[in-house]
């Protein structure tokens, strides 16, 4: 009887283990790749007020569970330089959400449409490829407009020209995008409205502060759920 009670003891014992392993990482917690560059990283401002962990602020608030996002991006990166610290990464693993955002860094450097056109096309690809083929889990978001903030203002270069190339850019990712029926987020509108209110604009003079990243995971929001869902 004693034996059979330490049997009984043992077996609680082992439940319990594998009852606290589940809640310590729950099963129905989702992954979060966001790839890119300055824009990705949150340059000028704390990494929590990035758009991707700004992102998951909301989706957590909505029950969704996403976990801490993994990031592979860095300041003054083209699509190639991109694609290249995607491979040095050695990351291989899926994930259940996946952004893009990639282009500035090309037209600041005066690259070729077309390049940055095949370049990001491969980048689209190994976003599905992360998202396990799930296309409806891949969200790709527009280029800001850098020429509207004080740094682009005083740069030199002409304002105009800046923002007819980004928008030039702008139309290669996003008939990229569409064509492969992935969602596509146009933030370059709002990120204009840095020209005239310095709130949206980090302490560098150039790159977008918390307020300006909230807006634009506030508009991936509702994209993101129902593509999730």
Known sequence: ?????????????????????????PTDTLTY???GDSY???EAVPLSASFPHQLCHLLNAKGLGIATPRII???GW???????????????????????LIGVNNQYRGESESKYREEFRNLLERA??????????????????WGATPYGQQSGRDTEVITA??????????????AQGISYTDITPASGLAKSDGSLVASDGLHPS?????EWAVQLEPKVLKGLK
Not at 16 to 25: F, I
Not at 82 to 98: A, C, M, N, P, T
Not at 170 to 178: D, S
Request: glycine content about 4%; charged content about 20%; aromatic content about 6%.
């Open 128 to 145: 599905i490829q992360f998202a396990a083929g799930k296309k409806a889990h891949v969200f790709v978001i527009s280029i800001p407009d």
């Open 1 to 25: 009887m004693k034996s059979f009670l330490l049997s009984l003891s043992l077996l609680v014992l082992l439940a319990c283990e594998k009852n606290t392993a589940k809640t310590m990482k």
């Open 40 to 42: 990705t990283i949150g």
């Open 165 to 178: 190339e980004i928008n030039a850019f702008n139309a290669i990712n996003k008939e990229e995008t569409l």
């Open 210 to 214: 918390a307020k300006m990243y909230l």
């Open 78 to 100: 083209t699509s190639a330089e991109l694609q290249e610290g995607i491979r040095s990464s050695g990351v291989k693993e899926h994930f259940d959400l996946v952004t893009l």
């Open 33 to 35: 790749l966001a790839i």
């Open 73 to 75: 991006a860095k300041t």
